[in-house]
């Protein structure tokens, strides 16, 4: 063949494009359980990192399975689901909030424990201004006051509202309830920066600038926490 004509060309650049193209999706495919595996190791870290546990992946099974010692997953109603063969682990709270209809969300509750002292950490999704947002709440055993937080999200903007996951906006959570004195559930919310009462134990400082994730992030606690108040009301210590 004439390897100057057209159709050598053609052939050559055909050939080359299955070849590159087979030898990418083996990559791709012969990746996929190093990848899942990241992604558990993180979202184990990120559990424990409510609870003021940080610690390396290398490290993130081993104090998962020392510290996490009960998984519980909830419907909609804040009853225990029944019928489910997934652990409370396996649920993607992001995907689920972005592609299940509400009434079949299922909520997962993980128990920490630690000198036998209980934590429960609460996952949640929601929406920032660019994306997604998500994050994890644990509570005291009393299943009502912030013991810590995470959150974290996706495509928001640095400086503004990527800073919900610093440190120092997580800590203003800390030590904040989600009952009044009535034992009525109102949440935790997140005003506009600089204006909340510090005194009072159910709002936080918002972010200056970030308007819009501050509200998406206490929108997302507000909805999330509600699921939950059946159960917390049924088992606080």
Known sequence: MDK????????????LVVVVGAAL???AESLKPFQKENIRMEKMQNILASVNIQVEASEAKENFDKY??????????GDLAEGTEVTAFDIDVVKQFKGVDAENRLYPLFVF???GKRKYIVPMA????WGPIWGYVAFEGDMNTVFGST??????TP???????????QERFIGKTIFDEGGQYVSVEVVKGGTADQNDPHAVDGISGGTITSK??????ERTLNVYVPYFKANRQ
């Not at 159709?7 to 050939?15: E, L, N, Q």
């Not at 998406?216 to 606690?221: F, H, I, L, R, Y």
């Open 68 to 77: 996490i010692v009960e998984q519980i997953l909830l419907d909609n109603k």
């Open 159 to 169: 400086g503004l509202g990527a800073e919900i996951k610093e440190g120092w906006f």
């Open 25 to 27: 999706a083996f990559a």
């Open 4 to 15: 100057n004509s057209n159709s050598y060309t053609f052939i050559f650049s055909g050939i």
């Open 216 to 221: 998406g992030v206490s929108e997302m606690m």
């Open 126 to 129: 929601g929406n920032g201004l």
């Open 113 to 115: 424990e630690d000198g």
């Open 151 to 156: 959150f974290d999200h996706k495509t928001e």
